[in-house]
């Protein structure tokens, strides 16, 4: 050996290190994440300006809206403005209202004179009751249905199914909910009125009876929410399904002996589920920000009835923390359907 050849522990150290297949994916995974999560706060940005400027085009005064109409002094109104912050410059508003809520202040309510995050968390629980037993239900039924219409399509109960999913999806929620308590409320010729006409409880019962209670005003508000939108749901779930089912991968299965139901379990139905976990997140979202419409006319006293409330004076601090507290929903579970993407399928994401 001459002296300058190099030594073999120094040519080892001079080898380059070689990243493997897992490390260039979990690097490309982390790229891909921290994209969809700086849109997703982009998005947010977006939201709290627009909700701050939206919402001072409504017409009407909150402070007088919030005397009902009882004389009162411009002295007094001038002090209701100044106790709200509404005699300030609309750019000092603006500053103090982001900076506000990007500590999770989102100010206080006009009308119920109490922090706005304090009366979204007391409503919060009643909407999940709503529209989580909404969304289960509505959620399987369609999936369910759906791939069973995909894999016997043109048959009698693909027809059935599906014309019955689009007369539904195309209801408004508010007429179908309306139409629920005039024929199952108030009573229509030979059917009895069965159900409350509105409310979350009729008060005074305690224990299992007021769990029974609870979910008797439940059984209106969650037909009309299944109702309208399982429809949705199987008409995507279908419309994938069908995509899938002229595959090489499907044909091979079958040539192997498998039976129908375990290709389509097995086979047909996981390659075929990204638009349907697009759908069920975005639905997954609806249901923490809730359904205003069916809220409002069951009077339901969650986050959708807050909202109207707080419209109709409008209490500007309410109307701004509810809208922005629907948009971070609906805005974190479509990232979160992002995320969930190259698990399902490593393509998505390269």
């Avoid at 977006?46 to 009407?60: K, S």
């Avoid at 403005?81 to 989102?106: I, N, V």
């Avoid at 004179?113 to 289960?136: H, M, Y």
């Avoid at 043109?154 to 909910?177: E, K, Q, V």
């Amino acid at each position: 050996m001459t002296a300058d050849a190099p030594s073999a522990p120094a040519v080892k150290a001079a080898a380059p290190a070689v990243r493997g297949p897992r490390a260039r994916l979990s690097t490309r995974y982390l790229r891909y994440g921290a994209g969809k999560v700086g849109g997703a706060a982009v998005s947010l940005l977006a939201v709290l300006v627009t909700g701050f400027f939206l919402f001072r085009l409504i017409p009407g005064d909150p402070v007088k809206t919030m005397t009902g109409g009882r004389p009162i002094s411009e002295e007094q109104l001038a002090a209701y403005r100044r106790e709200f912050g509404l005699d300030l410059p609309l750019w000092e508003q603006f500053t103090d209202y982001c900076g506000k809520a990007l500590t999770g202040d989102l100010g206080t309510s006009y009308q119920f004179r109490a922090p706005v995050v304090d009366k979204i968390s007391e409503a919060l629980p009643n909407t999940l009751l709503l529209t989580g037993t909404a969304f289960v239900l509505y959620t399987v039924l369609g999936i369910v249905l759906g791939t069973r219409s995909a894999w016997r399509h043109g048959g009698l109960g693909d027809r059935l199914n599906t014309g019955l999913a689009l007369t539904l999806y195309s209801i408004p929620s508010f007429w179908l909910g309306l139409l629920l308590i005039i024929v199952f409320s108030v009573g229509i010729g030979p059917i009895p009125g069965l159900f409350p006409t509105g409310g979350m409880e009729s008060g005074g019962e305690e224990g299992f009876a007021y769990v029974l209670d609870v979910a008797h005003h439940l059984i209106l508000p969650v037909v009309t929410l299944v109702a309208v939108e399982y429809g949705q749901t199987l008409l995507v779930a279908r419309s994938a399904l069908l995509d899938e089912m002229g595959s090489d991968y499907l044909t091979t299965a079958r040539a192997k002996g498998l039976r129908d139901d375990l290709v389509r379990r097995r086979h047909a139905v996981p390659n075929a589920l990204l638009p349907t976990v697009t759908l069920v997140f975005v639905n997954l979202g609806r249901t923490v920000a809730g359904v205003i419409l069916v809220e409002t006319v069951f009077s339901w006293p969650g986050l959708g009835g807050l909202f109207y409330q707080a419209l109709s004076v409008p209490d500007l601090p309410l109307v701004q923390g509810l809208f922005l507290f629907f948009a971070a929903a609906v805005i974190v579970m479509n990232t979160l359907a992002d995320l969930v993407y190259p698990l399902l399928d490593p393509r998505v994401g390269r």
